[in-house]
């Protein structure tokens, strides 16, 4: 049959690609998540367990009558069933011939003759299936044919959205009851589901995730509504017009810009597959560019396979000078889900994203809850694998950033940074557009300034740094960053996150959470190093500064920390451009705290300085 997307012209690159990696092994299991036409699935069966998914009954039905074609004998039956449709012209007046040809309705999607043809078909394999003469594999197979059946004789130009107004030629033969093509080859095991992809994911059990997901704002549910009323035999209320039933149940966000990328960062982190393959096109709303930086983020980077496949697409007057089209084959071998790190969306001094890893490799071997006392752009904390999280930042309008993440929408919050976007003009370098949108912020009482607005002008600044004036407006001037794919991909992984995890925020002075603090708690501190204050946070802007002052008095609250077995870690720097901290390698000495050297450190500003944790506690690795 005719399918939008059919992934026929490149099986065998999926097929090289999976034997490249050793992966062509018959106890695995292959879940085909957007079967469609079943074109993947009847192609592999005899090389792994099928599981085969679809939002569409009718595909899930069409695809697994080809993988289990072979083992339909119709031993029950008793006869040939394709013989015995052929050998009679029984016709009955049912949905199709009522609704769908210009009988009682004008609608041309088939001739009457073959419409009521179609009904009797349809009512003949439901009644054998309610007598018990074929098994449930043949009900499956008998409907694939019978929609292959279908299509050979539609007055469509291939989809069912619309029929054509005059009659094809194909139309007006007479419909045979034919089989669906398929592969002889047996398969081991065939498991369906009919869901939505996101709903299912972290409950199907397979080793490889193929992933064939729609990449415009097409909707299968509308093209093909016709074909799911043939299977589903339900005799639905339809549209007036075009007489197709509600597409509501149908419907896929993978066809909504942002939806798409936000459902695919969701599939990656809650799939049980070890190895995911994607197969995309250029025109879909995914990025390569995202699609890459999420599948890196989840997979292991050194895995990783983008193969782009040229194919012939039609090309009209309108559209001979656009630009060429690609199929992209994305393959990863999946890291294990505590090995997966988020990184905040936030271009934050002293970021701490690179050693995140190392962070908790030194970690202690048991706590509750896990308290950022300087969160910052809370790259640490949103990794915490505790069953509660404590953010707390000082600085009011970080932490407003922060706590939005969690608050709104990731959707919603996407669609409101394309308004600013838009609203504004803003790009890479456009200085006046992005001193009218930062005007803008900074005109709005501080009540009214909106963490999301300040989030979007922050993206279009100098470095996408976060800087205040005394009186907290935003002063960053102009930059040569924009809203590009890896923010889009950090965003939207920190975002699900952070909304999954136990997370309670906080705007106040680290020493004000020493009531929050108990025997359970594990206490990381990232303040300002003393050698390199960060401009945000320097004591200039309306915010508490850093000087040895306040570095004795953090080392201080440490100390009774440990008084009270508690253990903390504190992420410090000991050199810098050539200036040691002696204050604290004398306070470590002291207190025989153990120090562990992490190596040069490469900032955002791109010096290097040599970074070191220091805790309480006993290590185990």
């Known amino acids: 049959m005719r399918y939008l997307g059919n992934k026929e012209s490149i099986l065998p690159e999926i097929r090289e690609l999976l034997e490249s990696k050793g992966l062509l092994q018959s106890q ?37 009558g080809r993988v289990c074609a072979p083992t339909c004998t119709f031993e029950k039956l008793g006869f040939d069933p394709f013989t015995y449709l052929n050998g009679n012209e029984n016709c009955q007046h049912g949905f199709m011939y009522n609704n769908y040809a210009p009988t009682r309705s004008q609608r041309m999607y088939f001739t009457p003759e073959n419409a009521g043809r179609i009904d009797y078909f349809r009512h003949q394999i439901e009644e054998w299936k309610n007598e018990d003469k074929i098994t449930d594999n ?22 069912y959205g619309a029929f054509l107004k005059k009659w094809d030629s194909r139309a007006t033969k007479k419909i045979t009851f034919n089989s669906v093509d398929f592969r002889k080859e047996l398969c081991s095991s065939v498991q369906t589901y009919n869901a939505k992809i996101e709903d299912i994911i972290g409950t199907v059990d397979c080793d490889i995730l193929y992933l064939d997901p729609p990449y415009t704002q097409n909707q299968y549910g509308t093209q093909y509504h016709l074909l799911e009323t043939l299977v589903l035999d339900d005799n639905p209320s339809i549209s007036k017009v075009t007489g197709s039933r509600s597409t509501a149940p149908m419907r896929s966000d993978w066809s ?20 995911v393959v994607l197969s995309y096109n250029n025109d879909g709303f995914m990025s390569k560019e995202y ?33 060429p089209h690609f199929e992209y084959l994305f393959f990863v071998e999946l890291k294990p889900a505590e090995d997966v790190v988020y990184e905040s969306p936030l271009n934050y001094i002293g970021s701490k994203a690179k050693i995140v890893p190392e962070i908790f490799k030194y970690q202690p071997q048991e706590y509750n809850t896990f308290i950022d006392a300087f969160g910052g752009g809370f790259n640490v904390g949103i990794n915490a694998r505790s069953e509660k999280v404590l953010y707390n930042d000082l600085n009011y309008l970080v932490a407003g950033l922060i706590r939005s993440f969690n608050e709104y929408e990731t959707y919603d919050y996407l669609l409101y940074i394309r308004r600013v976007i838009k609203k504004f003009g803003l790009e890479k370098a456009n200085a006046p557009a992005y001193l009218e949108a930062r005007s803008y912020y900074n005109s709005l009482p501080q009540k009214k300034r909106d963490p999301r607005l300040l989030f979007t002008i922050i993206l279009y600044g100098f470095q996408q740094q976060i800087r205040f004036n005394s009186k907290h407006d935003f002063n ?7 809203f ?17 995890k136990n997370i309670e925020f906080s705007e106040q ?26 401009s945000y946070n320097d004591g200039k802007r309306g915010f508490d500064g850093w000087n040895k002052e306040l570095e004795l008095e953090l080392f201080n609250f440490a100390d009774d920390l440990t008084t009270d077995e508690i253990p903390f870690m504190l992420s410090y720097v000991i050199e810098h451009k050539g200036a040691i901290n002696q204050e604290l390698l004398n306070w470590v000495e002291r207190r025989g705290y153990r120090i562990i050297h992490l190596g040069d450190i490469l900032g955002i500003s791109g010096s290097r300085r040599k970074e070191v944790l220091i805790v309480n506690y006993e290590i185990h690795k």
């Open 291 to 323: 699609i890459e930086a999420a599948m890196k983020r989840y997979g292991k980077p050194e895995t990783f396979v983008c193969k782009k496949i040229a194919y012939k697409k039609y090309q009209n007057w309108k559209s001979q000078n656009e630009n």
């Open 509 to 534: 002075s680290y020493r004000d959470l020493r009531d929050r603090i108990d025997k359970t708690s594990f206490v990381y501190f990232d303040p300002p190093y003393n050698l390199t204050t960060g």
């Open 476 to 482: 960053n001037p102009v930059g040569m960053r924009w």
């Open 256 to 275: 909504k810009e942002f939806k798409a990328n936000i459902m695919f960062d969701r599939i990656l982190s809650k799939t049980k597959a070890k190895y």
């Open 484 to 500: 590009n794919d890896k923010i889009l991909e950090k965003l939207i992984s920190f975002s699900r996150r952070i909304k999954e």
């Open 138 to 159: 043949e009900y499956s197979y008998l409907l694939a044919c019978l929609i292959e059946s279908v299509s050979d004789v539609s007055n469509t130009a291939g989809v």
């Open 28 to 64: 695995y299991t292959f879940f085909d998540a957007f079967c469609g036409s079943g074109s993947v699935s009847d192609y592999f069966k005899s090389d792994y367990k099928i599981v085969i998914n679809d939002n569409l009954t009718w595909a899930v039905t069409y695809t697994k």
